[in-house]
């Protein structure tokens, strides 16, 4: 079992940034995919960042340059650094942990992007 915990939202204007931490407890999540999705009101969930065991990473296209995810296998903490933030990219946002036992997901943490 996997607990999940997120933290780091807000509001924040146009350009602005902010850090998400997602917080595992139940397993240590260095072996683990970890995966940031959001979900924006009317609109399906959908994948932002991943970062696997290696730390090897990958982002959906309309963040790539300004999302950064990162893990600290230490804190058992996985990052996403988000700057230059849009109002598209208000969300509420989720980590997921992919395991050998299955995925596990995160209660989200509300980002808003707003004048």
């Known amino acids: 079992q996997v607990q999940l915990v997120e933290s780091g939202g807000g509001l924040v204007q146009p350009g602005g940034s902010l850090r998400l931490s997602c917080v595992a407890s139940?397993?240590?999540?260095?072996?683990?995919?970890m995966i940031w999705y959001r979900q924006a009101p009317g609109k399906e969930r959908e994948l932002v960042a991943g970062?696997?065991?290696?730390?090897?990473?990958d982002y959906v296209h309309h963040v790539k340059g300004r999302f950064t995810i990162s893990r600290d296998n230490a804190k058992n903490t996985v990052y996403l650094q988000m700057t230059d933030l849009k109002p598209e990219d208000t969300a509420v946002y989720y980590c997921?942990?992919?395991?050998?036992?299955?995925?596990?997901w995160g209660q989200g943490t509300q980002v808003t992007v707003s004048s």
């Open positions: 997921k942990a992919v395991t050998t036992e299955g995925d596990y």
């Open positions: 139940g397993r240590v999540v260095s072996t683990f995919g």
């Open positions: 970062i696997n065991s290696e730390s090897m990473t």
